[in-house]
C-alpha cells in the first residue's frame, strides 16, 4: 500500500502535497470495478471518457482520482498530470514495486505467430518443470490459474498487479504477447523485458496505425525496451526472424545482444533437411555449432520458424537443447491453430486463427502441400477491424483453395453484408458462395467435402464467441464443425 503522497512525489517533478493524503489500495481505470480505497485514473477512450465516471468511482470508493481534465470538485483529491495513459504506466509499475525487474520476462511481438511462440515455450519450461505464466490473446495463465483477458496485452494496472502475483508466486518465466496496440498507447511502458523476439510482420491493424511505417514502429518499441543496461547476471537478448523483410530495422532497434533465426539466410538458429507432412515435420536445427534432430507434430512451414523462436529463446533461457527436443517431440499444439477436428470422417477439417491475408497463405500452401484432393475455405473478416485486409484475405481463397464460402467472422458493430462485400471485391472467379451465417456455411462446407477433401475453417481459432452489433454470443468453431460432421 501507498499513500497519495508517495505516489504524487513519484510521478511529478513538482508533485502537489495532499493534506488529505489517503493509503491507495488498488488502481482502477473502470469505475465499475472500482472498490473501497481504491485510486481511480481517468483514461480518455475511443468510445467514451473516464473522467465522466468519477462520481460512479467515488461511490464504489475511490479515494482520489488521476485526472487531465479539470474536475469541479474537492470530496476527494485530484492529482492532475498530462497525460494519464501515459501516467498510468509508470503509476502502475511503482505501485506494485516495479515487479518485471524480479521477473525472467519474454516479449513476443510480430503479426503473426505470438500465441504460438509463447505456448511453444511454456511447454519447453513446463517439460523441465519450471513454473510459468503466460500472458496473450487466448487467456492469462499463472502457474496453474487462469484469467480470462479483454486484451492480448493487457491495460497497464491489471498487468503490473499481474506481474506482482507472479512475482510473489515465484514463477520462473512469464512469456507476453506485446501487440502493436499495447506498444503504441504504451501499456507495456516500464516493463523490463529479459527477451525480446520478433516473428514477422504483414498487413494487420491499419485502422488503427494507418499505415504500415506507423505499425512497424509501434512493433520496434518493443526491442527499445530492453534498455540499455549491461547486468552480466541479467543479460538481454533480441531474438530475430531473420528471413523477415524488416530484420534489419529490428536488429537496428535494439543496443542489445541480437540472436538470429531463419531457414533461408544464416543465421544463429537455422533448421535444414526440412521434412513438412500432414502429420507433422522434421529438420536438423543447427546452432553454434551443434546439430540436432527435430521431430514434431507441429505442422508447416510457419511452425518451423515459430519453433526456431521458441528454440533459441528457451535456450538463451538456460534450456539445453536435448530437453528443447524432447519437449517438441511431445507438442501438444497450439488450442485453434491447425487443430484438427477428430473423429472417423474420410476428410479432414482444420480450425485456424488466421485472420491475415499472410496467416491465410501460409496455412492454406500448408495445406496444398499435402493435400489429396479438394480444398474447402470457409472464411470472414472481422467488423471494426482494419478493412484493406479484406479483398486481400478473400484473394488468398481464391488463390489457394479450390471452392470458398464466404461468412461472418466477429462483425461487431458493421453489418456483415457490407463486410463480404469488401472481401467480394478481391475475387475474380465464380469458385466462391457467400452463406453470412458462420454455422450455416460451415455445415454447407461439411455437406460439400468427400472424401480426402480438407476444410480450412478460418478466422477464430480457440475463440468461443462471435460478436454481432454490440451483443456476444457462444459460438465455437470445433463444436459447430463437430456437430454439421454427425448431421451429415
Ligand atoms: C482501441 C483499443 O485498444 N481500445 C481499448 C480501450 O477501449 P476504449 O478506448 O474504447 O475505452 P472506452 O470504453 O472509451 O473507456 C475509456 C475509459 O473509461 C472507463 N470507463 C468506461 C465505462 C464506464 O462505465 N466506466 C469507466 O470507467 C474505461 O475503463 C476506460 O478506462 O481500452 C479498453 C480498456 O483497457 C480496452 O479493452 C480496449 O480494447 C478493445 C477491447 C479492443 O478491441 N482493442 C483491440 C483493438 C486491441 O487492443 N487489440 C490488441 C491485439 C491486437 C493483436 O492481436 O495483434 C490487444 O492487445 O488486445
Ligand atoms: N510464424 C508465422 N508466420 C505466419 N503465419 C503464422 C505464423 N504462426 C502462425 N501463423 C498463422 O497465424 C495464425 C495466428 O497465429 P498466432 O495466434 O500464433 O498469432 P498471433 O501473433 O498471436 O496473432 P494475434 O495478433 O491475433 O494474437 C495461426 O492460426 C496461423 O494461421
Ligand atoms: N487480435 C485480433 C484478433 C482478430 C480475430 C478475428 N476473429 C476478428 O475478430 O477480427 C484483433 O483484435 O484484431
Ligand atoms: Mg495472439
Same mark, same amino acid.
Given at each position: 500500500m501507498k499513500t497519495l503522497n508517495e505516489i504524487a512525489n513519484y510521478l511529478l517533478l513538482n508533485a502537489p502535497r495532499f493534506e488529505q493524503n489517503p493509503k491507495i489500495k488498488g488502481i482502477q481505470v473502470d469505475s465499475r470495478k472500482v472498490t473501497a480505497s481504491d485510486l481511480f485514473v481517468c483514461i480518455s477512450g475511443y468510445t467514451v =471518457? #473516464?473522467? @465522466?465516471?468519477v462520481d460512479q468511482a467515488i461511490e464504489n470508493g475511490a479515494v482520489a482520482i488521476v485526472a487531465s481534465k479539470k474536475l469541479d470538485r474537492n470530496d476527494v483529491p485530484v492529482l492532475y498530470v498530462e497525460d494519464t495513459e501515459q501516467t498510468l504506466s509508470f503509476l502502475a509499475n511503482y505501485f506494485y514495486d516495479f515487479p518485471s525487474n524480479g521477473l525472467h520476462l519474454i516479449g513476443v511481438t510480430g503479426t503473426n505467430g505470438k500465441t504460438s511462440v509463447t505456448y511453444l515455450l511454456d511447454e519447453i519450461f513446463n517439460y523441465q518443470k519450471e513454473t510459468t505464466a503466460l500472458i496473450g490473446t487466448i487467456q492469462m495463465k499463472i502457474g496453474e490459474q487462469v484469467f480470462p483477458l479483454a486484451n492480448t496485452t493487457p491495460e497497464a494496472s491489471l498487468l503490473q498487479k499481474s506481474f506482482r502475483k507472479m512475482v510473489d508466486e515465484k514463477i520462473d518465466h512469464c512469456m507476453m504477447e506485446v501487440s502493436s496496440h499495447a506498444l503504441e498507447l504504451g501499456r507495456v511502458n516500464g516493463c523490463d523485458f529479459d527477451i525480446a523476439v520478433y516473428t514477422n510482420l504483414s498487413q494487420d491493424h491499419l485502422d488503427f496505425h494507418e499505415t504500415m511505417a506507423d505499425y512497424l514502429t509501434a512493433k520496434l518499441r518493443l526491442f527499445s525496451h530492453l534498455g540499455n543496461s549491461y547486468d552480466p547476471s541479467k543479460p538481454k537478448y533480441a531474438v530475430i526472424n531473420? @528471413? =523477415?523483410?524488416y530484420a534489419n530495422d529490428f536488429k537496428r532497434a535494439t543496443s542489445q545482444r541480437v540472436i538470429t533465426y531463419g531457414i533461408d539466410q544464416a543465421a544463429n538458429f537455422t533448421a535444414k533437411n526440412i521434412k513438412l507432412t500432414a502429420n507433422g515435420t522434421e529438420f536438423t536445427l543447427v546452432a553454434f555449432n551443434q546439430q540436432i534432430e527435430i521431430k514434431t507434430p507441429l505442422i508447416g512451414k510457419f511452425n518451423i520458424y515459430n519453433m526456431l523462436a521458441a528454440i533459441a529463446t528457451a535456450y538463451l533461457s538456460d534450456v539445453t537443447l536435448e530437453t528443447i527436443t524432447a519437449a517438441l517431440g511431445q507438442s501438444k499444439g $497450439?488450442? #485453434? &491453430?491447425?487443430?484438427t477436428v477428430k473423429g472417423d470422417h474420410d476428410f479432414g477439417v482444420i480450425i485456424d486463427f488466421a485472420h491475415t491475408p499472410d496467416s491465410l497463405e501460409n496455412v492454406l500452401t500448408t495445406i496444398r502441400s499435402f493435400a489429396k484432393n479438394q480444398v474447402y475455405l470457409v472464411v470472414g473478416c472481422g467488423g471494426d &477491424? @482494419?478493412?484493406?485486409?479484406r479483398p486481400l484475405m478473400a484473394k488468398m481463397g481464391e488463390k489457394y483453395a479450390d471452392y470458398t464460402i464466404l461468412t461472418s467472422d466477429n462483425p461487431r458493430t458493421e453489418d456483415p453484408r457490407a463486410i463480404i462485400a469488401d472481401m467480394e471485391? #478481391? $475475387?475474380?472467379? =465464380?469458385r466462391y458462395t457467400v452463406e453470412v451465417d458462420r454455422a450455416k456455411a460451415i455445415a454447407y462446407a461439411v455437406q460439400l467435402a468427400k472424401k480426402d477433401d480438407i476444410i480450412l475453417i478460418a478466422g477464430? #481459432?480457440?475463440?468461443?464467441t462471435q460478436i454481432i452489433g454490440k451483443e456476444t454470443f457462444p459460438f465455437d468453431d470445433y463444436q459447430v464443425a463437430n456437430q454439421a460432421i454427425l448431421n451429415k
Open positions: =471518457d #473516464g473522467h @465522466d465516471f531473420q @528471413d =523477415d523483410h $497450439i488450442p #485453434g &491453430r491447425f487443430e &477491424r @482494419d478493412r484493406t485486409k471485391q #478481391g $475475387i475474380t472467379t =465464380d477464430k #481459432g480457440h475463440e468461443t
